[in-house]
């Protein structure tokens, strides 16, 4: 189960480098449900996600990086790229910040991923967090790949 929210962030108030990042290329073979494909660094990763918009099902399965290059290729739409930087929150709370990259710049949106839906309502996310966009679909990675940025 994933239970997220996410946020549009405008300006970053402090130096990226101090962080760890991923690079990420991911593309979509389905979005109703969703069958993602995704290259993070050098980790393969085949993703089926249910529907809903904070909390979803979530399923995850290793790919070897013939079988990602073969499924990339058979993605619709917008090959998604971006650097995601993990950034320390409070306790055990972690902001996966993504810039994205190409079509989808100059997007910027911060996730922060819960262990339960009460713990997930009641987040008071920090001052540079811009508007919330949990409960939009717009945001979500699946539909940026069919439809580009919201106007």
């Not at 949106?109 to 508007?131: I, N």
Request: glycine residues 6%; proline residues 5%.
């Amino acid at each position: 189960m994933e239970i997220e929210r996410k946020y549009l962030i405008d300006e970053i108030p402090f130096d990226l480098k101090d962080y760890s990042c991923k690079v990420i290329e991911q593309g979509y073979l389905n979005t109703d449900p969703v069958v993602r494909v995704r290259r993070s660094n050098d980790k393969y990763i085949l993703t089926y996600k249910g529907s809903g918009l904070m909390v979803r099902e979530e399923y995850n399965l290793p790919l070897n990086e013939e079988a990602y290059r073969h499924l990339i290729q058979k993605a619709d739409g917008i090959i998604i790229s971006k650097k995601r930087y993990l950034i320390p929150l409070t306790g055990r709370l972690t902001i996966e910040l993504d810039i994205f990259e190409g079509d989808l710049a100059p997007l910027k949106l911060a996730e922060v991923e819960f262990e339960t839906k009460e713990e997930a309502e009641s987040f008071l996310p920090p001052k540079w967090f811009g508007k919330d966009v949990t409960f939009s679909s717009d945001y979500h990675n699946s539909t940026l790949s069919r439809v580009g940025l919201p106007t």
